[in-house]
């Protein structure tokens, strides 16, 4: 089992759901820490941050192949510009903490480098984030294992092989406790690039729990992701969209995520657990059939298709039974209208 806080993931607890605070705080911390409110009144299990500056995700050269231009929202921007722009600054790290735990929430964040890494160390995160386009930096994989908290990884833009050796480097850590993400790595998501089938592979595949990184654009993903056995959702949330930024436009609102809790935990409820043997009673079942005597008859006389019948409610003999009575003598005089039982019948 792999608990992260005081909350532990499997097939039979609660869906644990994430707020995605990402770059939707627009540098401003009262922003942040009124967003982590909001998600905390919505619903949210937890907030996850991002730690890293531009620089230690990227460098400063306005050269062709820093500028964006693959079909995004954020084409034309060169990358370090854009990651100044969403960057956090990481001497808030500490105060959001707090927030959420105040608040009942757990708060981890993804690292992007070592030195990041190490900031969330020294604070006692309850796990570790690897963003999918951080996947291949196996180097990086392993030094967050090292810290021996659970790990969860997006798989958005990897193949098998990245995957495998990605397992493989928390692994030599001595680090078992992995989450893998389904992903798609558009912003947003269509619904056809979704592949959420690939989840219940990735389980299977690779021995983990698995759960959804989402964006698309709605809440019916993390929905579908329930009902194939996610135990983590992770979706991005922002105050208001029209405040803008880099993330806005793929991510939900307070009332938005209020609604993907209310409707994953929906679906929970629908889903129930698995049973070896169906519930023997609902409780409509006396509205179900069985034999009932349908005219007075005489002791002596025969069962026949005029004087037993297979009616509502169900409180004679089971209709199975009609087959093997028929010919059969009633024990005693009887009135019609009588539920059928098995004593009503001479041997």
Same mark, same amino acid.
């Given at each position: 089992?792999?608990?992260?806080?005081?909350?532990t993931?499997?097939?039979?607890?609660?869906?644990?759901?994430?707020?995605?605070?990402?770059?939707n705080?627009?540098?401003?911390i009262?922003?942040?820490?009124?967003?982590?409110?909001?998600?905390?009144?919505?619903?949210?299990?937890?907030?996850k941050?991002q730690t890293?500056?531009?620089?230690t995700?990227?460098?400063?050269?306005?050269?062709?192949?820093?500028?964006i231009?693959?079909?995004?929202a954020?084409?034309g921007?060169?990358?370090?510009?854009?990651?100044? +722009?969403?960057?956090?600054?990481? =001497?808030?790290?500490?105060?959001?903490?707090?927030?959420?735990? #105040? %608040?009942?929430?757990?708060? $981890?964040?993804?690292?992007?480098?070592?030195?990041?890494?190490?900031?969330?160390?020294?604070?006692?995160?309850?796990?570790?984030?690897i963003?999918?386009?951080?996947?291949?930096d196996?180097?990086?994989?392993e030094y967050v294992?090292?810290?021996?908290?659970?790990?969860?990884?997006?798989?958005?833009?990897a193949g098998?092989?990245?995957?495998?050796?990605?397992?493989?480097a928390?692994?030599?850590?001595?680090?078992?406790?992995?989450?893998?993400l389904?992903?798609?790595?558009?912003?947003?998501?269509?619904?056809?690039?979704m592949?959420?089938?690939?989840m219940?592979?990735?389980?299977?595949?690779f021995?983990?729990?698995?759960g959804?990184?989402?964006?698309?654009?709605?809440v019916?993903?993390?929905?579908?992701?329930?009902a194939?056995?996610?135990v983590m959702? +992770?979706k991005?949330?922002?105050? =208001?969209?029209?405040m803008?930024g880099?993330?806005?436009?793929? #991510? %939900?609102?307070?009332?938005? $995520?209020?609604?993907?809790?209310?409707?994953?935990r929906?679906t929970?409820?629908m889903m129930g657990?698995?049973?070896?043997?169906f519930?023997?009673?609902?409780?409509?079942?006396?509205?179900a059939r069985?034999?009932?005597?349908?005219?007075?008859?005489?002791?002596?006389e025969?069962?026949?298709?005029?004087?037993?019948?297979?009616?509502?409610?169900?409180?004679?003999?089971?209709?199975r039974?009609?087959?093997?009575?028929?010919?059969?003598r009633?024990a005693?005089?009887?009135?019609?209208g009588?539920?059928l039982k098995l004593?009503?019948?001479?041997?």
């Amino acid at each position: 089992m792999i608990s992260i806080g005081e909350r532990t993931l499997g097939p039979d607890q609660p869906v644990y759901l994430i707020a995605e605070l990402s770059a939707n705080h627009r540098q401003d911390i009262g922003i942040a820490l009124e967003t982590i409110r909001a998600m905390a009144k919505a619903g949210a299990d937890a907030i996850k941050l991002q730690t890293y500056t531009a620089d230690t995700l990227t460098l400063p050269y306005k050269t062709p192949p820093f500028l964006i231009g693959s079909g995004t929202a954020w084409d034309g921007a060169y990358l370090h510009d854009l990651y100044r +722009e969403a960057e956090m600054p990481w =001497d808030w790290h500490e105060e959001l903490i707090r927030e959420c735990t #105040s %608040l009942g929430m757990d708060c $981890f964040s993804t690292p992007f480098d070592p030195s990041a890494a190490d900031l969330l160390h020294t604070l006692n995160v309850p796990a570790y984030k690897i963003a999918s386009f951080e996947i291949t930096d196996l180097p990086l994989i392993e030094y967050v294992a090292s810290f021996g908290k659970p790990m969860i990884i997006s798989t958005g833009i990897a193949g098998l092989q990245d995957i495998e050796w990605a397992m493989e480097a928390c692994h030599r850590q001595g680090n078992t406790q992995v989450v893998l993400l389904k992903c798609t790595s558009a912003y947003p998501a269509a619904d056809s690039s979704m592949m959420l089938l690939q989840m219940q592979d990735l389980g299977r595949r690779f021995g983990v729990p698995v759960g959804l990184s989402d964006h698309s654009e709605g809440v019916l993903a993390p929905v579908v992701a329930t009902a194939l056995g996610a135990v983590m959702i +992770e979706k991005h949330v922002i105050l =208001d969209r029209s405040m803008g930024g880099p993330d806005a436009h793929f #991510s %939900l609102e307070p009332a938005e $995520f209020a609604t993907l809790v209310t409707e994953v935990r929906r679906t929970e409820a629908m889903m129930g657990k698995s049973e070896p043997n169906f519930p023997l009673k609902g409780k409509n079942s006396p509205f179900a059939r069985s034999l009932f005597i349908t005219k007075d008859v005489k002791k002596g006389e025969r069962v026949s298709a005029e004087n037993v019948r297979s009616i509502r409610p169900a409180l004679g003999l089971h209709p199975r039974f009609f087959p093997a009575i028929l010919g059969r003598r009633f024990a005693a005089d009887l009135d019609g209208g009588s539920p059928l039982k098995l004593e009503d019948l001479e041997s």
